[in-house]
Nanobody, 126 residues
Framework: QVQLVESGGGLVQAGGSLRLSCAAS????????MGWFRQPPGKEREFVAA????????AYADSVKGRFTISRDSAKNTVYLQMNSLKPEDTAVYYC???????????????????WGQGTQVTVSS
């Protein structure tokens, strides 16, 4: 059974940085694409970033492009979301997700992902 556990969320001032982690158990990440999504308060969950299985392709929402970076440490079986220049509008619960099918590209569509973490809260104060 695949389990994803996010960590690293917290309260930060605008302009600050956080690094979220997503640790996997039950499988290794190396053959699977990963995605990060977020749900702002009172809003629908939305795409943030995705990484294809090989790491050669990444995609970002326009709202985070140039500020956020998705990466993977295969040795630790962990995926990261480095978030810089944070803004109050980045406040949300952040989720990582992965697919069942290996060797696939990343996706910005929630329905493409089969496994989800429980989420970690990020709050950016102005």
């Amino acid at each position: 059974q695949v389990q994803l556990v996010e960590s690293g969320g917290g309260l930060v001032q605008a302009g600050g940085s956080l690094r979220l982690s997503c640790a996997a158990s039950g499988r290794t990440f190396s053959a699977y694409s990963m995605g990060w999504f977020r749900q702002p308060p009172g809003k629908e969950r939305e795409f943030v970033a995705a990484r294809g299985w090989s790491g050669s392709t990444t995609a970002y929402a326009d709202s985070v492009k140039g500020r956020f970076t998705i990466s993977r440490d295969s040795a630790k079986n962990t995926v990261y979301l480095q978030m810089n220049s944070l803004k109050p509008e980045d406040t949300a619960v952040y989720y990582c997700a992965t697919k069942t099918v290996p060797y696939s590209s990343g996706s910005d569509q929630q329905y493409d992902y089969d496994y989800w973490g429980q989420g970690t809260q990020v709050t950016v104060s102005s």
